[in-house]
């Protein structure tokens, strides 16, 4: 059905796919009023973790390469256009303002691992990018202007030595 305007729009809930990149489609057969019609676009479903986010430098964060999220050497892989990252950050924020993150939020965490990272990580993860990030006594904090959407790779584990890598497939927000 269309509306006053002519447009006709469909909610599909729960989306039902695998994480990662798709394509959705729509077909108009025609009628007696209007002709064939069809159209497609690509898509990628990805997840935010439950609590807290990976953190990228937006100097980092460039689709394509491999960018590292989480590590020892966090403050080496990614270098911040608004000042220089505390070597104590390891690249989660344990808080967020909002949950699931939105551009323009800001987030809080805690020095290396004592900000306690999970355990897993979906296929495709939502990963904030920050342009700045500060201390002020044992808190780390940052800000997020922009979100990207990372393809995991394996190795991962929830502390330092054991760095989260992923290639950078998509922006979600900026």
Same mark, same amino acid.
């Given at each position: 059905?269309?509306?006053?305007?002519?447009?006709?729009?469909?909610?599909?809930?729960?989306?039902?796919?695998? #994480?990662?990149?798709? +394509?959705?489609? @729509?077909?108009?057969?025609?009628? =007696? !009023?209007?002709?064939?019609? $069809?159209?497609?676009? %690509?898509?990628?479903?990805?997840?935010?973790?439950?609590?807290?986010?990976?953190?990228?430098?937006?100097?980092?964060?460039?689709?394509?390469?491999?960018?590292?999220?989480?590590?020892?050497?966090? #403050?080496?892989?990614? +270098?911040?256009? @608004?000042?220089?990252?505390?070597? =104590? !950050?390891?690249?989660?924020? $344990?808080?967020?303002? %909002?949950?699931?993150?939105?551009?323009?939020?800001?987030?809080?965490?805690?020095?290396?691992?004592?900000?306690?990272?999970?355990?897993?990580?979906?296929?495709?993860?939502?990963?904030?990018?920050?342009?700045?990030?500060?201390?002020?006594?044992?808190?780390?904090?940052?800000?997020?202007?922009?979100?990207?959407?990372?393809?995991?790779?394996?190795?991962?584990?929830?502390?330092?030595?054991?760095?989260?890598?992923?290639?950078?497939?998509?922006?979600?927000?900026?």
């Amino acid at each position: 059905m269309t509306n006053a305007a002519g447009a006709a729009a469909c909610t599909i809930f729960p989306v039902n796919q695998p #994480s990662g990149t798709g +394509v959705v489609a @729509g077909n108009f057969a025609g009628d =007696a !009023f209007y002709l064939p019609s $069809s159209a497609s676009t %690509t898509t990628i479903i990805f997840a935010f973790l439950s609590q807290g986010a990976f953190v990228l430098s937006d100097t980092t964060a460039v689709v394509g390469p491999t960018v590292e999220f989480w590590g020892a050497d966090w #403050s080496r892989q990614n +270098v911040l256009s @608004g000042g220089i990252v505390p070597n =104590a !950050f390891k690249g989660f924020a $344990s808080t967020i303002s %909002t949950n699931p993150p939105t551009c323009g939020d800001t987030w809080l965490s805690t020095p290396s691992n004592s900000s306690k990272p999970p355990h897993t990580l979906p296929p495709f993860m939502g990963v904030l990018v920050s342009t700045t990030v500060g201390t002020s006594g044992s808190t780390v904090s940052g800000n997020v202007p922009k979100i990207v959407v990372v393809k995991t790779n394996a190795g991962y584990a929830p502390d330092p030595g054991h760095p989260g890598t992923g290639a950078l497939v998509a922006v979600y927000c900026k």
